[in-house]
């Protein structure tokens, strides 16, 4: 049966404690490791494991939620086209029924047709983005989350995240390449 991963609090908690362990010690005179300090030892290098593993797992959401972005984005300017075609072509049929001046009945139908596939362009577009907007809002919250693992606790308790933490998170969820 393989082992459950460690939560995030558990990882911090774990980091903690491994933080406090090595600065006692390195505050202390220098002694020989006894078998508990091994224990501790194995401890933080297990707890080093998951804080890697952790940060994987994030990195690979990161990514994920960057390509369902991307995606829907590619689908979005794809019904854009498809919308702009379609208007080109409403406009080709009106103009031939002008020139022509013939079935009326039967232009008219071909006018419905293209309205409504151009409504139902725009529900897709609604529905596709209100699901850009919960990406966003995912996104967000991702964001807010990995702004709080990056708090640092002072002696007092009191939570603070730095500048160059947020700047260093912006990069790293937006990327390299959006940075310019």
Do not use: W
Not at 18 to 32: E, T
Not at 97 to 122: P, R, T
Request: glycine share 2%; net charge negative; with cysteine.
């Amino acid at each position: 049966m393989p082992d459950k991963k460690p939560t995030d609090a558990e990882i911090i908690k774990a980091l903690d404690s491994a933080d406090l362990f090595l600065r006692d010690r390195a505050n202390s005179k220098p002694a020989p490791l006894n078998e508990y300090d091994i224990e501790i030892l194995l401890d933080i290098a297990k707890a080093c494991n998951d804080a890697f593993d952790l940060i994987n797992r994030t990195k690979a959401r990161e990514i994920h939620y960057r390509r369902k972005v991307q995606n829907q984005r590619e689908i979005i300017n794809s019904l854009q086209e498809k919308i702009n075609r379609l208007q080109v072509e409403n406009k080709e049929l009106q103009d031939l029924m002008v020139k022509y001046n013939g079935d009326f009945a039967k232009k008219e139908a071909e006018i419905e047709k293209l309205e409504k596939v151009e409504h139902f362009a725009d529900k897709t577009i609604e529905a596709l983005q209100k699901e850009l907007k919960t990406a966003k809002a995912e996104a967000r919250k991702e964001f807010a989350e990995r702004l709080k693992e990056k708090a640092d606790y002072n002696y007092f308790g009191v939570s603070a995240v730095y500048e160059t933490d947020i700047d260093n998170l912006l990069k790293e969820m937006v990327g390299a390449e959006d940075n310019g």
